[in-house]
């Protein structure tokens, strides 16, 4: 199905800037031989290429696919344009730098993992170098924020004390009982090194428990494989444990970072063989077969990840998905509310049952969060007015939105 069939019952995509032009086919083609680019170049300016790449973390793609489609042909008409040698040496600098800081987070996530293994913790990264190194081969091609480990609940707290002893700080200190609270609404705690300048996300769920995202982290354990990083072994999410992982990240974000939808791309590409019917089939189980719809749309549509055939029917059969993807579309140019309120719209959208868009509503009223204890520090017997305080907190959000 192409991707223009795939949009072809609801409206037509918006029409992009050369800036955004790029963006894409750099996502689509980074590693493919150089062709005939049809982007209007003398019409790119540069200097927002620049901002925008980085945001969406395409900074080192888009310098592999420049230096394939464009730099070895030298490309005469833009000698001289203005901010175009600039461009240049800037993105040859970014690609450089962000090659470094991967390798230095490489050595740190190796030496994090073994220090967890040694005290019988299994920790499972599933973003950051170690999905670089996965998908894409070389863990420079990826830029990653910080260090995001998946581990079971029960071995939060102790994770906590290996992170301290490697010199790690939690970001925010909680007493125990605010601990325990958090721990069962929220879905990660994160710790900072300032020597080695590394922030480690420590995950037991893929977002906050109202969003009806369950995950079993001792069954995804059971089917691990592993990767090559840095010369040592580190442990990888099967292929379709990973596609679920990835698609629910993205999704909870609205995929507004294009780097997230190749990482599906090259998670189709390098995985043909994944057990499609493995994935759906959880999905119904747990709700959630729009979410992996969305990305599998989406990526295909934005940066040409190929599809299994067996979305055709469900695609079909789900035209909400579609809509989903023409408001990413629209989003690359500015053309969505960008509120929270309409934020958590659109995420109440993604589900396709009621009883999760109601949990996600409720749960968004009700359920502490960090901002709450950020906001007053309550002794364990009065904890218990921290969902009375969360629903007034979202009261005044919503007041201050109407009175601008």
Not at 29 to 49: F, M
Not at 302 to 331: C, H, I, M, S, W
Not at 370 to 396: D, H, M, N, T, V
Request: hydrophobic content about 45%; overall charge positive; some cysteine.
């Amino acid at each position: 199905m192409s991707r223009r069939n795939l949009l072809a019952n609801h409206e037509s995509p918006p029409r992009f800037p050369p800036e955004v032009q790029l963006l894409l086919a750099a996502a689509r083609e980074w590693n493919q031989p150089p062709c005939t680019s049809t982007i209007a170049l003398t019409e790119v300016d540069w200097k927002s290429a620049l901002e925008a790449a980085n945001w969406h973390g395409l900074s080192p793609l888009l310098y592999e696919y420049l230096s394939r489609s464009l730099l070895k042909g030298r490309d005469t008409t833009l000698e001289g344009r203005d901010n175009w040698s600039e461009f240049l040496n800037k993105l040859a600098t970014l690609r450089k730098n962000i090659a470094l800081r991967s390798l230095r987070m490489s050595s740190e996530l190796v030496r994090i993992l073994e220090s967890l293994r040694k005290c019988g913790v299994t920790a499972i990264p599933f973003k950051g170098p170690a999905v670089a190194a996965a998908l894409y081969g070389d863990v420079g091609l990826r830029p990653s924020a910080d260090l995001d480990l998946l581990l079971a609940k029960p071995d939060v707290f102790k994770t906590s004390e290996v992170l301290l002893g490697l010199g790690y700080k939690q970001t925010q200190e909680y007493p125990p009982h605010a601990r325990r609270m958090l721990l069962r609404f929220e879905n990660d705690f994160s710790f900072s090194h300032p020597m080695a300048q590394v922030t480690v996300a420590v995950h037991w769920g893929l977002a906050r428990a109202h969003y009806s995202y369950p995950l079993n982290v001792t069954d995804l354990a059971t089917r691990l494989t592993e990767i090559d990083l840095g010369g040592r072994s580190v442990p990888m999410l099967a292929p379709e444990d990973l596609f679920y992982v990835l698609a629910m990240h993205g999704g909870k974000h609205f995929w507004e970072r294009l780097i997230w939808l190749c990482d599906i791309r090259q998670l189709l590409v390098a995985y043909p063989g994944m057990d499609w019917n493995l994935v759906f089939n959880q999905a119904r189980h747990t709700g959630t077969v729009r979410v992996l719809l969305f990305a599998l749309h989406a990526a295909h549509v934005l940066v040409g990840a190929p599809l299994p055939p067996q979305v055709d029917a469900l695609f079909r059969n789900d035209p909400a998905v579609a809509r989903l993807t023409n408001e990413v579309l629209k989003a690359l140019i500015g053309q969505v509310e960008r509120s929270k309120l309409s934020f958590h719209w659109r995420r109440m959208r993604l589900r396709e049952r009621r009883r999760d868009q109601m949990k996600y509503v409720l749960g968004l009223m009700f359920n502490p969060t960090q901002a709450e204890w950020a906001a007053i520090r309550l002794p364990q017997p009065l904890s218990f007015l921290y969902y009375p305080l969360r629903l007034a907190r979202c009261g005044a959000l919503l007041a201050e939105r109407r009175r601008n």
